[in-house]
Structures are given as structure tokens and as C-alpha cells.
């Protein structure tokens, strides 16, 4: 085993690590899906979230038993090493998860310029330059001053969708719509619309899998881990319903679905100042979710160093902050130069893919390991086999939504 140069320091507790979590999920995603799950599933649109919600923790609960079984940087990739063995499997999956944590914050650097943009006009280029370079700045200063900026913004934005959502209910001319009619009716039709909205909004909650690589810095990993997975992706569950009833009790679906920032349609009525809030977050939003997966890659490459998968050099960590430094940095100048240089549309959807596929093994890998335990760990956070099972089948089910619909 490759000797470290240093190890991670453990100083994140329980709630700082549930609004982390939170931060993980709830950004720029939701922002732009709001609009399109009200576009397929209508007035049914909370009911999609909801259901998408309930689809993510079928494959969070994998995670959180794995995390408190094997708390370790790596995360997925040390999970599938410990289910089957295969040491070249366990690099594939590690690299892949590195790779889409790469491209998806070059993505959402991007995504960050784009918004500033529509308030300042700037030179891209030098933009994107500063956008990477700032994340780095974060992600290396200290794992407890990132994760600070994280939850900082993760507040920024739980306010912001609550304000949203009162803002909805002051509308001058709201949509009629009674309570009765967001129930959908026993008709297949209705479902089938509901069930491709949930699959579209799945994406929202995309990000809850990069706790896990935080297990190393976390005080109490094998109790905090499991609880704060699942409360978290519980918390954005409720968030997402509450808000996108609010929207489509107040603004058309429709309306909703053409609109760019649908977000901003329930608060024009408050002024531009209020418009320009939502702007201000969506930035930070971006921002946020950027550092997340910069913060995520960084740790993957750590624990692949730790476990011989990837060179010596990306285990090295800084003895003033204790972050893996040298991941970082490659990671930020990795992400600027595919900000600069790519196109991002069919990389992002890749990205999704990729995910969809580790979440089908990682549930089949906590499958197997709980096969070979027999009654299991008691005193690890323990869930009965079929859940792991039907995980799996839920995330091989949205793989295979999304190949059809690319």
C-alpha cells in the first residue's frame, strides 16, 4: 500500500456535513429543472420530485451502509475493490468518477461565466481562468473553509427557494388551481408523464454520492455518515416539493417550461431587484456545485493513491491544510483547460451516464458483499438485501430513460 504523505484531518461534524450534503444536491440543477419536470409531468410536477427523490435514496441508502462499512476516500471505487476483487475494476470505476467530477465542473464553470455574463460583460476566456482558479484557491485553503463555503452557500440558496415559494403565493393574477387537482388520477396516461418527469428530476439530486469521499474528514464517520446521507437527500426532497408546488399552483406549466430561469417567473412581480437575487444565486449555485465535484475529485484520486490505483504523487497531502493538494491543483488546472477548450453539451450527458452506471454497481456490489455476510454487520448502519437490489434496478432502469432519450 502506498504510504501517504500525510492524512486527511478529521474535523467535520454531524450538521455541518447535512448542509454540505444539502449544498451537494440542491444547485444550479434544479434551477433549470424546475421548468422542464413542470413541462412533462404539469400540475404533477411535485409529485415527480417526490418520486425522483424516492428513486435517489434507493441508491443513497447503498451508500450510506458502504460509507460506515468502508470509510474511505475513495468511495465508490474502494466499494466495488471490496465487493469483487478486481483491482483493474476498481481503477476503471475510480478514474471514470474522477473524469465526470472533471467535466462536470468544467460544466458548471461555464454554467458560472454564462450567469455573470448576464450581468457584466467580460472576456470569457480570462472569466473561465479566474472561476478555476478561485474553486482551487477554496478547495485547497482547508477542507473545513471549503466545506464552510459550501454550506454558507447551501444556506444562501435554501433561503432564496423559500422566499421563492412565498413569492409564488403573492402572485397578482395566480393560476386557478385547487389543491384536488394535484392529485394525480388512476389513469395510465398521467402516471407515464409523472414517471418521465421523475426520471428527468433525478438529476436534481445527483451529488449525494460525493459525500462519501469525504468519510476521512468526517469526526464519526460510521455513525454521522449513513444518518447525514439520507437526511439530507430528505431535506432536498421536501425543499424541491414545496417549492415546485408553489410554482405550479401560481404560474403555468407551461409558462414554466418555456421560461429560461422558471424561477424568476414567481418573483418578477416583486421588481428587478428580486429578479436579479435569483441571477445572484444561480451564480452561486454554479459556484457551489463546482467546488463540490473539484472537492470530490481531489479525494478520489487521494484514496486511489492510498489503494495503489493511481500514482504516489496525488496522495500527497499539504502538512499546513492537510488537503490532498497536488489532486487539487492537477484537478483545477484539468478543469480550465476543458472549460477553455470543449464543447460541454455531450460531455455533460455523458457525465449523467457514467453516474447512473456506478450507482448500478455500487448497489450490486453492497449486494454481494451482504451475501458473503450472511446476517450482516450489526453494527454498521444495516439494510436488508433487497434493498440493495432494487437499487440497482432503479438506477439500471434511469440508465437505460437516459440512453434512449440521448
Known amino acids: ?22 449544498g451537494t444536491m440542491v444547485g444550479a440543477g434544479f434551477y433549470a429543472l424546475a421548468g422542464k419536470v413542470a413541462g412533462v409531468a404539469g400540475l404533477f410536477a411535485p409529485i415527480a ?5 424516492l428513486l435517489a435514496l434507493f441508491s443513497a441508502l447503498a451508500f450510506a451502509e458502504l460509507s460506515s462499512r468502508l470509510p474511505h476516500a475513495g468511495g465508490s471505487a474502494r466499494y466495488v475493490e471490496a465487493a469483487f476483487a478486481r483491482r483493474w475494476l476498481s481503477a476503471v470505476v475510480g478514474w471514470l468518477i474522477i473524469t465526470t467530477g472533471v467535466v462536470s465542473s468544467a460544466t458548471l464553470t461555464v454554467a458560472t461565466v454564462r450567469f455573470i455574463e448576464d450581468f457584466i460583460s467580460v472576456p470569457q476566456a480570462v472569466a473561465i481562468i479566474v472561476v478555476a482558479l ?4 477554496v478547495a485547497v485553503w482547508g477542507v473545513r473553509q471549503a466545506v464552510s463555503v459550501v454550506v454558507g452557500i447551501c444556506l444562501l440558496q435554501i433561503a432564496t427557494l423559500l422566499y421563492v415559494a412565498y413569492a409564488a403565493t403573492t402572485l397578482p393574477d395566480p393560476t386557478s388551481v385547487t389543491w384536488s387537482q394535484l392529485v394525480p388520477p388512476l389513469e395510465g396516461g398521467a402516471w407515464i408523464a409523472i414517471l418521465s ?4 428530476a433525478f438529476y436534481a439530486f445527483i451529488g449525494f454520492e460525493d459525500m462519501v469521499t469525504m468519510a476521512e474528514e468526517v469526526e464519526d464517520v460510521r455513525s ?16 424541491y416539493m414545496l417549492v415546485s408546488t408553489s410554482l405550479v399552483t401560481a404560474v403555468s406549466p407551461q409558462t414554466l417550461s418555456e421560461a429560461k430561469t422558471p424561477l424568476a ?14 441571477g445572484v444565486i444561480s451564480i452561486l449555485s454554479a459556484l457551489n456545485s463546482a467546488l463540490v465535484q473539484l472537492m470530490m475529485v481531489a479525494r478520489v484520486a487521494y484514496g486511489m493513491a492510498d489503494r495503489n490505483y493511481a500514482p504516489q504523487a496525488l496522495g500527497k497531502v499539504s502538512q499546513r491544510t492537510q488537503t490532498p493538494w497536488l489532486a487539487t491543483v492537477l484537478a483545477t488546472a484539468a478543469i480550465m483547460v476543458l472549460a477553455l477548450s470543449l464543447e460541454m453539451t455531450t460531455l455533460a450527458n455523458a457525465t449523467s451516464v457514467v453516474l447512473l452506471g456506478v450507482f448500478t454497481m455500487v448497489n450490486i456490489a453492497l449486494w454481494w458483499l451482504k451475501g458473503q455476510d450472511g446476517k450482516g454487520h450489526a453494527k454498521y448502519f444495516n439494510l436488508p438485501r433487497w434493498v440493495p437490489l432494487l437499487g440497482a434496478t432503479v438506477s439500471l432502469a434511469a440508465l437505460t430513460f437516459k440512453l434512449i432519450q440521448w
Request: aromatic share 10%.
Open 49 to 53: 420530485f417526490g418520486l425522483a427523490g
Open 224 to 239: 454521522d455518515m449513513p444518518w447525514a446521507l439520507i437526511l439530507s437527500l430528505v431535506i432536498t426532497a421536501i425543499l
Open 265 to 278: 417567473e414567481a418573483v418578477r412581480h416583486h421588481g428587478t431587484l428580486a429578479v436579479g437575487l435569483i
Open 1 to 22: 500500500m502506498t504510504k501517504q504523505s500525510g492524512k486527511l484531518r478529521r474535523n467535520i461534524h454531524f450538521p455541518m456535513l447535512v448542509l454540505y450534503g444539502v
Open 134 to 137: 478561485f474553486l482551487g484557491g
Open 197 to 200: 418527469a421523475s426520471f428527468l
